[in-house]
C-alpha cells in the first residue's frame, strides 16, 4: 500500500471511531456539553464586541469633539495674528510713508536753499 492510502486509511477509521463515539450516550452529553460552551462563550463575545464598540463609539465621539475644538481655537488664534499682522504692516506703510514725506520735505527745502545760494551768487558777480 502507498503511503496516501494508508493516511486515507487512517483517516477513515478515525472517522468512523469518533462518529461512533459521538453517538453514544458519552458522545451524545460531551456534544451537549460542547454546544452549551459555545453558546455561552459565542454570547460573552456577543457582549463584549457591544460593550468594546459602544466605548469605542464614545471614544470617537470625543476625539471628534476634541479635534473640532481645536480647530475652532486654532482659526481664532489665526485671525488674530492675521489681524495683529495686518495693523503692524499697516503701521509699518505709514511710518515708510511718513519717512518718505519728512525726505521729500528736507529735499525740498535743500533745494531751495540751494537754488536761493545760486540766486545770491549770480546777483553778486553781476
Do not use: C, P
Not at 458519552?26 to 468594546?52: C, I, T
Not at 464614545?58 to 475652532?72: C, F, I, K, P
Amino acid at each position: 500500500m502507498s503511503k496516501q492510502r494508508r493516511i486515507f486509511g487512517f483517516g477513515l477509521l478515525a472517522g468512523t471511531a469518533l462518529g461512533y463515539w459521538l453517538n453514544t450516550d458519552k458522545g451524545k452529553a460531551f456534544r451537549s456539553d460542547v454546544a452549551k460552551k459555545v453558546g455561552e462563550y459565542s454570547d460573552e463575545v456577543s457582549v463584549l464586541a457591544k460593550d468594546n464598540a459602544l466605548k469605542l463609539s464614545g471614544s470617537l465621539s470625543t476625539a471628534m469633539e476634541d479635534g473640532q475644538e481645536w480647530v475652532s481655537g486654532a482659526k481664532t488664534q489665526l485671525r488674530s495674528s492675521l489681524h495683529e499682522l495686518a495693523e503692524s504692516a499697516e503701521q509699518a506703510i505709514e511710518q515708510a510713508g511718513e519717512k518718505l514725506e519728512s525726505g521729500l520735505e528736507k529735499a525740498r527745502r535743500k533745494m531751495k536753499e540751494n537754488t536761493a545760494r545760486l540766486e545770491n551768487g549770480k546777483g553778486k558777480k553781476e
